[in-house]
């Protein structure tokens, strides 16, 4: 007998809060690399205003934004090297509300980058949560992470850990499905909003957000080595605090949906 053979549908109101997930979980286990020890990053995005990072060394970093206000702060980063060349640096700055959680994934191979900041907004007398992408380069390269439709059509099971298992379940370019098969949620299903980019061959960025849990989650997606590398910025309404879960997983793609082409007049 399997999980799903005692599972049953979950009603919302009947959901544990985000932060049920932080044991189960656990801490993440992939080595932080010092590889950007000593650099900088002056990134020119868009229509948004020009950035640098200092990476000061392998845990510490400075920021300025040159957007007239001069935005400037520090840090504590950690960043991992999903393949040789290939960084997803990841910092939490603020507090409490006004907390945000920064994703840079960085391919130094071809200079293309792309942030991800996720923070909170009031929606009435709800704290939700949104992420804002901006795509830069670094040292005058044209490469961009392209909207890419990779993962769609495939089921992917994950192992967050001894007791975290999940499936998700990819339905077109901007729409998942995720369903908790073992852990502090499972049970649990959703479809959900996300956002897939191109970073290199069968390596993805992906982006979800949950409808109802205050979630946002920012991860690399790595089919050949078949894991993923991320975390997931939240909102704990009970304890009214943030929650930031880095994490790793195992995957393995479990099948691929392919549809008849059926050309018959009905």
């Not at 080595?31 to 900088?40: D, I, Q």
């Not at 990072?53 to 845990?59: P, T, V």
């Not at 098969?181 to 649990?188: F, I, K, N, Q, S």
Request: hydrophobic share 35%.
């Amino acid at each position: 007998m399997t999980a799903t053979d005692i599972q049953d549908y979950v009603p919302e109101n009947e959901w544990p809060s985000v932060a049920t997930m932080l044991d189960g979980f656990g801490d993440q286990t992939l080595p932080a690399s010092a590889a950007l020890s000593g650099t900088a990053l002056h990134l020119a995005q868009g229509n948004g205003p020009a950035i640098a990072y200092s990476f000061h060394d392998a845990q510490s970093l400075t920021w300025t934004s040159a957007d007239g206000e001069e935005d400037q702060g520090a840090a504590r980063y950690k960043a991992i090297e999903a393949r040789p060349g290939i960084f997803i640096v990841d910092f939490v700055k603020g507090e409490d509300r006004r907390a945000e959680n920064v994703t840079i994934i960085l391919d130094r191979n071809t200079g293309a980058v792309t942030t991800a900041v996720s923070s909170f907004i009031a929606e009435g007398d709800k704290i939700r949560s949104h992420t804002t992408f901006s795509q830069g380069n670094v040292e005058g390269s044209a490469a961009s992470h392209s909207r890419s439709s990779g993962l769609v059509g495939k089921r992917i099971y994950y192992r967050y850990s001894d007791v975290e298992t999940y499936e998700h379940i990819y339905l077109n370019a901007g729409t998942f499905t995720w369903h908790c098969l073992r852990g502090g949620e499972a049970g649990l299903a959703d479809t959900d909003r996300c956002l897939t980019f191109d970073v290199g061959d069968d390596l993805y960025l992906f982006f979800w957000t949950e409808k109802v849990m205050t979630v946002e989650a920012v991860l690399l997606i790595d089919l050949r080595e078949q894991r993923s590398i991320g975390r997931m910025f939240g909102w704990d309404e009970p304890a009214a605090e943030p929650v930031i879960l880095p994490f790793n997983s195992r995957l393995s793609v479990l099948n691929m949906t392919e549809y008849p082409q059926d050309n018959r007049k009905h």
